[in-house]
C-alpha cells in the first residue's frame, strides 16, 4: 500500500457548532484543544482528527482536509506541483514535538495535507 491517511480536519466559520453537530450525529468524543481554538476527535477506531474555526487570515473557507503520512513533505510537495498541484501551505513543524504538516492544493482545487513523525522532520 502507499502512502496511508493518518488525520482529518473540519473547519468553518462556527467551530463551536461543528463541534455540537459531529459529536451529535456520530457520538464521537472531542475535547478542546490544549493549544486553543480547536476541538480533537478521540477515536477508538480510526483516524483521529480536529474541528476548528476558520479565520480571515486563512485564505480559505469551509473544507475538509485528509493528510497524508509521507517521509519528506518538501519532495511530495514538489512532486504535487509537477502534476498541477500548487503548495498553498509550506512544511510547518507542529508544537510540542507532535511532526510537521504541509498543505496543497490538487488539480480540481481540493485541500490535501502531509504530515511527517515528529522523528523524521529532517526532511
Do not use: C, R
Amino acid at each position: 500500500m502507499g502512502n496511508p491517511v493518518t488525520f482529518f480536519e473540519i473547519a468553518g466559520k462556527e467551530g463551536e457548532k461543528l463541534n455540537k453537530f459531529y459529536s451529535t450525529v456520530f457520538g464521537w468524543k472531542i475535547d478542546s484543544n490544549p493549544y486553543g481554538g480547536t476541538y480533537m476527535i478521540e477515536a477508538d477506531a480510526g483516524i483521529h482528527g480536529h474541528i476548528f474555526s476558520e479565520s480571515e487570515e486563512m485564505g480559505y473557507n469551509n473544507h475538509v482536509t485528509f493528510y497524508i503520512e509521507v517521509d519528506n513533505l518538501q519532495s511530495s510537495l514538489d512532486k504535487a506541483e509537477e502534476l498541477g498541484g500548487k503548495t498553498l501551505i509550506p512544511p510547518q513543524v507542529i508544537p510540542g514535538d507532535n511532526g510537521a504538516f504541509a498543505i496543497f492544493l490538487d488539480p480540481s482545487g481540493n485541500y490535501i495535507g502531509l504530515y511527517k513523525q515528529s522523528e523524521t522532520i529532517n526532511n
